[in-house]
C-alpha cells in the first residue's frame, strides 16, 4: 500500500524491501534519534531491521498495527504508524520518527494529517492518541499543530538511555477531526 502525500512525499506500507534503507536511515542519525526512542541501539544491523520489519508485517496482518516508511523523493526519512490497534474500542496510538535532515519540513504533519485520515475513514477508529516525551517539543508540536486535546502527562511512561521519561498524552476523537490540506 502506498499512500501519496505531494509529487516529492509518500508512505510505503513497511515490507522488507525497506530494511536497508530504514538501517541506513538510524546509523546515520543515532545521536539525534536515541534520545528519546528506546530501541535505537538495538538496531544495529540490516539483519536487525529485517527481524524488526517481519515483526511489523506479523503486527499488520493480525490487524495490530500498520506502518509505513515515509519516503522523500527516493529516500527513507522515517517512519510513522497506528500502533496499538484496538478493534474493541476503535482506537489506535500513533507513533513516527524522521531523520535529522527531514526535520522543519511539514514531514510529520502532513504524514500524520493522512494516516489520521485514514485511521478514522478507512478502518473505523473513534480515537488516536499521540504520546511525545515532555522534553521533546517538537515531537509535541505535532499533536499541538493538529489540534489534538492534550489529556494530561504520563508519569515515568517510558525507559529510554536508563530513565524513566514522563510523556505528554494528546488524542483526537473522529468527530473532533477537520481534515485540512
Known amino acids: 500500500m502506498i ?11 513497511t515490507s522488507q524491501k525497506h530494511a536497508a534503507a530504514l538501517y541506513l536511515a538510524v546509523d546515520n542519525n543515532r545521536k539525534h534519534l536515541s534520545e ?23 503486527l499488520y496482518k493480525e490487524k495490530r498495527e500498520v506502518s509505513f516508511v515515509i519516503i522523500s523523493g527516493k529516500e527513507a526519512v522515517g517512519r510513522i504508524g497506528l500502533h496499538h490497534m484496538n478493534y474493541q ?3 489506535a496510538a500513533i507513533g513516527y520518527w524522521l531523520t535529522k535532515e527531514a526535520e522543519g519540513k511539514g514531514v510529520i504533519t502532513r504524514s ?34 493538529l489540534n489534538f ?22 488524542s483526537m476523537l473522529r468527530d473532533e477531526w477537520k481534515e485540512t490540506t
Not at 499512500?3 to 506500507?13: F, H, M, P, S
Not at 486535546?149 to 508519569?155: D, M, S, Y
Open 112 to 145: 500524520c494529517k493522512k494516516l489520521i485520515s485514514f485511521g478514522f475513514h478507512e478502518l473505523g477508529l473513534h480515537r488516536i492518541e499521540i504520546k511525545a516525551a515532555v522534553n521533546n517539543l517538537k515531537s509535541q508540536a505535532i499533536p499541538q499543530k
Open 3 to 13: 499512500v501519496k502525500i505531494d509529487t516529492n512525499l509518500r508512505l510505503e506500507l
Open 89 to 91: 474500542n476503535k482506537n
Open 149 to 170: 486535546k492534550k489529556e494530561g502527562i504520563l508519569r515515568g511512561a517510558e525507559f529510554v538511555n536508563g530513565n524513566f521519561l514522563d510523556l505528554a498524552l494528546y
Open 36 to 58: 528519546f526512542l528506546p530501541w535505537v541501539s538495538n538496531m544495529k544491523s540490516v539483519s536487525d531491521f529485517k527481524d524488526y520489519i517481519k515483526n511489523c508485517e506479523d
